[in-house]
């Protein structure tokens, strides 16, 4: 029994410690972008977009996918 309760406290102690150290490993990066520069698109994204027609008329909006890798600007 006193093996096995020892084994327990071990294996936890070793968690403990290994957790926080997996944890730490992720890569996650944010940058923060200023107002107005364009951003490349990770992943796919729905979006409601405008167009503007043959006459040069805003129509929409319209929803779309725009796929990865699509640079996107804000409006102002």
Not at 1 to 24: D, E, Q, Y
């Amino acid at each position: 029994m006193f093996n096995t309760a020892k084994h327990l406290i071990s294996s936890r102690l070793i968690w403990l410690i290994v957790l926080p150290i997996c944890l730490g490993c992720q890569m996650t990066k944010v940058v923060m972008v200023p107002h107005g520069d364009p951003v490349m698109l990770a992943k796919p994204v729905q979006a409601s977009v405008y167009g503007f027609d043959k006459d040069k008329k805003l129509v929409g909006p319209s929803k779309v996918t725009l796929p990865a890798g699509w640079y996107v600007l804000p409006k102002n």
